[in-house]
């Protein structure tokens, strides 16, 4: 949604509970991870993807970049939430330059915002019968300047502003398993800290999208509710029982039902949400059934998800970690932040990919 270059610059992906960074350079026909990182932001500092501590968001950053030897000061960044819209829309057949005056008055029939408010942009999918398909995304200027200034006061450069779906996309055409991929229609299920996206792509285009306000800050709150933790405390126990660690029982035992009365409410939650968006889907692309969903972002490493949702939505689903499409040298394979982690870095690479594809 900004001027985009082609020089290799760092995909900076500022989430509501933590700020992921990678930078990527090009190795033979595939692309090398060459730097990243992780850093977890204050609480509260961003809520419903609006920047409330903008200092702590911006110290997040520089300790981030300075953490992990990042040199560059060139990054791209994505935006999410509801004051994002992204609508398929049929216009007259015309060229690109007529398009893109059309475009403003196309918006304001689907727009639920002063077209004043937001930054306009758009993608055409196809063309058949004088008519054309075309993609439009809206996102509200505010939210695109609070990114910005939250980089420029942490020292960086914002080269890029792109869409949290589209960044999925990119990371998605990395970790394709199989030519069936490609010609089916799949699932991308990013579930972060506060906001799950789903998509649903035919090959690389978005077919379908949909942002809820429910990620895995919901689960860590129940869990500080039903056994009086702090948040803190809720995290840890969240930790120990997704590495499965049962051996310190004495003083911090694992509930007994923590898995029955906590976690599985929140899958049937979630399942619910991605059934009710394919089943959208299906009613508008019959021909064309979902048949993979790919989980990832933090919530997607959940143990057990997979094999729920598996099960709950009749659909294979599968994690996604875009680091299994990339070259990683000796050391970096054996950092536990990729082999635990790595379904987190999903919109990170995906906007390290945008700033060398350009």
Request: proline letters at 4%.
């Amino acid at each position: 949604m900004l001027s985009i270059g082609k020089k290799s610059i760092i995909g900076l992906d500022i989430g509501s509970n933590a700020i992921k960074a990678v930078e990527l350079k090009p190795s033979g026909k595939k692309w090398q991870l060459h730097k990243y990182g992780i850093k977890s932001i204050p609480q509260e500092a961003i809520v419903n993807s609006q920047i409330k501590d903008m200092e702590g968001v911006a110290r997040t950053i520089r300790e981030l970049m300075a953490e992990a030897h990042f040199t560059s000061k060139q990054v791209a960044i994505s935006v999410s939430g509801s004051a994002v819209i992204v609508k398929k829309i049929q216009v007259g057949a015309m060229s690109l330059l007529d398009l893109e005056d059309q475009i403003p008055l196309e918006a304001e029939e689907y727009i639920p915002f002063d077209i004043e408010e937001v930054h306009l942009d758009f993608q055409v999918l196809g063309q058949h019968d004088e008519q054309m398909d075309v993609l439009l995304t809206a996102c509200k200027k505010d939210l695109i300047n609070q990114r910005l200034e939250a980089v420029e006061t942490a020292g960086l450069q914002a080269k890029i502003c792109d869409l949290d779906l589209f960044c999925l996309a990119n990371s998605f055409e990395l970790i394709l398993r199989a030519p069936s991929d490609i010609e089916n229609a799949m699932a991308l299920v990013n579930i972060g800290a506060s906001l799950t996206n789903i998509t649903i792509l035919i090959g690389s285009d978005p077919i379908f999208t949909r942002d809820h306000l429910f990620g895995a800050n919901l689960l860590t709150k129940e869990i500080q509710q039903r056994y009086e933790l702090s948040y803190s405390e809720a995290e840890l126990l969240q930790s120990r029982a997704a590495t499965n660690q049962k051996d310190n029982k004495e003083n911090n035992p694992i509930p007994h039902d923590y898995q029955e009365e906590v976690v599985r409410p929140f899958f049937e939650q979630l399942g619910r949400q991605i059934g009710q968006s394919i089943d959208f889907y299906k009613a508008n692309h019959p021909q064309k059934p979902v048949k993979a969903v790919l989980i990832s972002g933090g919530g997607g490493l959940t143990p057990g998800l997979g094999d729920f949702l598996t099960e709950q939505l009749g659909i294979e689903t599968r994690l996604a970690n875009p680091f299994d499409g990339i070259k990683l040298n000796d050391s970096v394979k054996k950092d536990p932040i990729l082999t635990a982690m790595g379904p987190r870095f999903m919109i990170a690479v995906g906007l390290a990919l945008r700033g060398i594809n350009g």
